[in-house]
């Protein structure tokens, strides 16, 4: 009852279904069918020889829009998943809210949707109106109508190379505006991760949210409550590894839509201290996904949660425990609350773990320690996180530049360094330094390290 309440005060009669959609051919938008994949290419070519229509669809067409290379290539076609799979040998259905095709093309994993329908008022949704499950298929102007902004209902036709544009997308790009289709808050009950992609499509595309848009993203931004963690994680990934975190993030605390994802933002924010931290961390992060490097999702988490780490870890060696099991009760509390927002995996908070709990073992240099700390699998990332608490000043340069000509030494090297750091290596420095002018030795000393420092490679 209450289910078929929420269906007639929130009525799904917003998302307008065009009848026929602009044709915009190649000479107007440029996109030639060598610029698809050949992995997509080829599904579209084995749905047509069976008779089936198919397209490459949505984030795929409208990065070649914008001049950005696309990550993958999605295609929609009328046939049914299991016409899908008759057609593609290797494929398999996967999802459960829509079931989806993978087809696996060579190195190449393909996604393929059947046209979705409308939806009807019987459409399984949970209190707040969120669709739960919508196996319901259609025509391609309802399909597009389903589209949740203007600029992902559109279609390009590799045979033809033709874009069939239903809701006036590619004119939106044009205009650097992104618009939802239908009514936005209708659109956004129906799937309150739309406000996180708002966030992120308009930051990577350089677009201004259309009014109507951004208005009741605040209002609504509760609704995240609502979202399985795994679908949230799914899309702060994708918020993480953009390119643009740091613009990203910036606009989920401005639309108040951290709240839901990653409640301790706030927190993080605060201090002047934690904001330089975290914005070094997420700088890196762009920085290396400009570049085509590898992002690691473990070391953003880690740095965007080590200051709230390092607070509780403090209080807690107050009530008298000891560094090391006091580190890990404040690293298990932690990602205990954030794990209520985010499915942070297993694996993924294990290696958050290793990163933390490598931190305070740089400091002991004694005997055969640093060895062990040498052969972590995760050093090279401690490492990072290491440099990362140096530029940030919370930490003394001279110690990741002492780690970084320790990895790099000979055997005999390095025991002389370790020889140096003993008691009696202490001595005879501090007698050294007696004799050459005390002060002036030791300013020394640090003017070296921090210009060593300098010129160490950033997050590797």
Not at 14 to 36: K, L
Not at 133 to 157: H, I, K, P, W
Not at 392 to 420: C, H, K, Y
Request: glycine share 6%; net charge positive; aromatic share 6%.
């Amino acid at each position: 009852m209450l289910r078929k309440f929420i269906n007639r005060v929130f009525k799904r009669a917003d998302a307008p279904v065009a009848r026929e959609p602009s044709v915009i051919a190649f000479s107007s938008h440029g996109i030639s069918r060598e610029r698809i994949s050949s992995g997509s290419r080829r599904v579209c070519e084995a749905l047509a020889e069976r008779g089936y229509k198919a397209y490459v669809v949505g984030g795929a067409v409208r990065d070649l829009l914008a001049q950005i290379a696309p990550k993958d290539f999605d295609v929609a076609t009328d046939a049914t998943p299991d016409e899908v799979r008759r057609c593609l040998r290797r494929s398999r259905l996967i999802g459960r809210r829509f079931q989806i095709v993978h087809a696996y093309m060579g190195q190449e994993v393909v996604e393929i949707t059947t046209f979705r329908g409308a939806l009807g008022e019987d459409a399984k949704t949970d209190a707040h109106g969120r669709v739960l499950r919508d196996n319901v298929f259609g025509s391609q102007a309802e399909d597009a109508a389903r589209r949740d902004f203007t600029v992902n209902a559109l279609y390009f036709d590799p045979a033809t190379e033709q874009i069939l544009d239903y809701h006036h997308g590619v004119a939106d790009l044009k205009q650097k505006t992104l618009r939802v289709i239908g009514d936005p808050k209708t659109r956004y009950r129906e799937d309150p991760v739309r406000m996180l992609r708002a966030i992120r499509l308009a930051v990577k595309l350089g677009l201004a949210i259309d009014p109507a848009a951004r208005r009741p993203i605040r209002e609504m931004a509760d609704l995240l409550e609502n979202v399985p963690a795994a679908r949230l994680s799914d899309e702060i990934f994708k918020l993480l590894a953009s390119g643009h975190a740091v613009e990203c993030l910036r606009q989920l605390h401005a639309e108040g839509l951290h709240r839901g994802t990653l409640p301790l933002l706030d927190v993080v924010l605060r201090t002047p201290e934690g904001e330089r931290f975290s914005m070094l961390a997420l700088n890196d992060a762009d920085a290396r996904v400009r570049q085509g490097k590898s992002f690691a999702p473990c070391f953003l988490f880690a740095a965007l949660l080590w200051r709230e780490v390092g607070v509780i870890w403090r209080r807690v060696q107050e009530t008298g425990e000891h560094p090391l099991p006091a580190l890990h009760q404040a690293m298990n509390e932690i990602l205990s609350a954030q794990g209520q927002k985010l499915a942070i995996t297993r694996r993924v908070a294990g290696d958050i773990k290793e990163i933390w709990a490598l931190q305070p073992r740089f400091e002991h240099r004694v005997g055969r320690r640093p060895y062990s700390v040498l052969e972590h699998p995760r050093f090279r990332a401690a490492y990072d996180f290491l440099c990362l608490r140096a530029r940030s000043g919370e930490i003394d340069a001279a110690l990741p530049v002492w780690w970084l000509a320790f990895q790099d030494a000979d055997t005999d090297t390095r025991n002389q360094m370790l020889a140096a750091l003993s008691p009696e290596g202490a001595k005879r420095r501090k007698r050294r330094r007696s004799r050459r002018g005390g002060k002036q030795a030791n300013g020394a000393e640090g003017e070296s390290a921090a210009a060593d420092f300098a010129a160490l490679p950033e997050n590797e």
